[in-house]
């Protein structure tokens, strides 16, 4: 079954910290991974998309990695700030089907305070 | 930004009620979804569509329909509203399939929140 697990399911830290949020997938045969950031009540904006020949992806202070092999994702966020707090979702498509099927994790809340 | 935009952002209905929510895009993309989402929970495909005249249904059962008569629309209806179908519900369009490679973002709207009472 095609799954995509996320860790920690929340998280609170100090504005000015790193975090590191996880993604664990099934999903097969693979195609692309995306992570996103969900404010809370908005619709989710794209961050990184990453395919199976990259292993890393930076968009600013958001660094994202892929281990293909594990099926294995990180978002990294480095110096955080208080508009981070947001749920990070990762997404996982795959190959095959005519979609290009996406699979949602349900996210990390992330909440940063002062 | 994405040029994608959901009506009306927040509604309550009474049970029984029809309701249309509306979503435009003015990026050109051909595909373009509709997704279910509760507080908490991920988002489930309810609603797809490959262009215009072209609708599919999602991995989510929805009592929900959709119409494709013009690139830029694909509104969703509830022809009788029941509590059950509170929920956030997220437009969302892309150029290419989700499973084409980088420089395919999928963009979505700011999402509906409706609530049937």
Redesign the interface.
């Known amino acids: 079954k095609n799954q995509?697990e996320q860790s920690p399911q929340s998280l609170i830290i100090l504005e000015g910290k790193n975090c590191t949020l996880q993604c664990n997938y099934t999903v097969s045969p693979f195609?692309?991974l995306?992570w996103?950031k969900q404010d809370t009540?908005?619709?989710?904006?794209?961050l990184t998309?990453?395919?199976f020949s990259?292993n890393t992806k930076s968009n600013g202070r958001y660094t994202a990695t892929l281990d293909a092999d594990t099926k294995q994702s990180s978002l990294h966020i480095t110096a955080s700030q208080l508009s981070d707090s947001a749920s990070y979702?990762c997404v996982v498509?795959?190959?095959?089907?005519?979609?290009?099927?996406?699979y949602?994790?349900?996210?990390t809340?992330l909440t940063v305070w002062p | 930004e994405a040029d994608i935009y959901q009506t009306p952002r927040y509604l309550v209905i009474g049970t029984g009620k029809k309701i249309t929510l509306e979503c435009s895009q003015t990026m050109g993309h051909d595909k373009m979804y509709w997704y279910q989402q509760d507080p908490g929970m991920e988002l489930h495909l309810i609603h797809y569509s490959y262009g215009v005249n072209s609708t599919e249904k999602g991995d989510l059962s929805s009592e929900s329909t959709v119409s494709r008569i013009r690139t830029e629309h694909f509104p969703l209806t509830l022809e009788s509203a029941r509590p059950s179908h509170t929920s956030q519900y997220l437009c969302a369009s892309s150029e290419y399939d989700a499973d084409q490679s980088s420089g395919n973002t999928i963009y979505f709207g700011e999402g509906s929140w409706l609530t049937v009472v």
């Open positions: 995509v195609s692309n995306r996103y009540g908005r619709g989710p904006v794209s998309i990453m395919t990259e979702i498509s795959d190959r095959g089907s005519t979609l290009g099927r996406l949602f994790g349900r996210g809340q």
